[in-house]
T-cell receptor, first 114, second 113 residues
Framework: DVKVTQSSRYLVKRTGEKVFLECVQDMDHENMFWYRQDPGLGLRLIYFSYDVKMKEKGDIPEGYSVSREKKERFSLILESASTNQTSMYLC?????????????FGPGTRLTVL | GNSVTQMEGPVTLSEEAFLTINCTYTATGYPSLFWYVQYPGEGLQLLLKATKADDKGSNKGFEATYRKETTSFHLEKGSVQVSDSAVYFCALGHYSSASKIIFGSGTRLSIRP
């Protein structure tokens, strides 16, 4: 089974702090994704990566950056956290071999910015 | 552009009731269609999918049929259980969006014993 792990289940940070969210997948998938999930808004794509060192902006990239130095790891960075970035963050991966193929999700990180 | 519209929740049913959660889509050609489920405190997991018209996806007693004529992919289950309480997301994948998937806003389902 595909396993996607995220570094923390819960995280509390202060406004202005730099925040790193880590995601690791163990299935040699090409594609990795970061979403945020907010009540009533569903999932919104922040960034995705289709190869090492490659990234593309999603629908809401402002205030975020990403890093993919190794195929299995995709990091989301909040350069200067703000209260409106309090949310659930979900990482996902997919093989990239079938076009719009199944995405596999991690358990999520619930981030609170005070 | 491509989009997914699903039934708003929350939906509350009694155990053993019949479930339908409506989902319609807008897309050109033949998108792939998915239902994902999110149990409390967890990430999303694939429930079922269909990749071409008239395909029926099924899993854990849930079914959905890809209807191109009505651009729909409604989720059904004949007899729900308390353990089915979760948030359900309809989603669409399209070759024009590469590997990205477009998710609906989610429908929260609660089942009463």
């Amino acid at each position: 089974d595909v396993k996607v792990t995220q570094s923390s289940r819960y995280l509390v940070k202060r406004t202005g702090e730099k925040v790193f969210l880590e995601c690791v997948q163990d299935m040699d998938h090409e594609n990795m994704f970061w979403y945020r999930q907010d009540p009533g808004l569903g999932l919104r794509l922040i960034y995705f990566s289709y190869d090492v060192k490659m990234k593309e902006k999603g629908d809401i990239p402002e205030g975020y950056s990403v890093s993919r130095e190794k195929k299995e790891r995709f990091s989301l960075i909040l350069e200067s956290a703000s209260t409106n970035q309090t949310s659930m963050y979900l990482c996902a991966s997919s093989s990239g071999q079938e076009g719009a193929d199944t995405q596999y999700f991690g358990p999520g990180t619930r981030l609170t910015v005070l | 552009g491509n989009s997914v519209t699903q039934m708003e929740g929350p939906v509350t049913l009694s155990e053993e009731a019949f479930l339908t959660i409506n989902c319609t889509y807008t897309a050109t050609g033949y998108p792939s269609l998915f239902w994902y489920v999110q149990y409390p405190g967890e990430g999303l997991q694939l429930l079922l999918k269909a990749t071409k018209a008239d395909d029926k996806g099924s899993n854990k007693g849930f079914e959905a049929t890809y209807r191109k004529e009505t651009t729909s992919f409604h989720l059904e289950k004949g007899s729900v259980q308390v353990s089915d309480s979760a948030v359900y997301f309809c989603a669409l994948g399209h070759y024009s969006s590469a590997s990205k998937i477009i998710f609906g806003s989610g429908t929260r389902l609660s089942i009463r014993p």
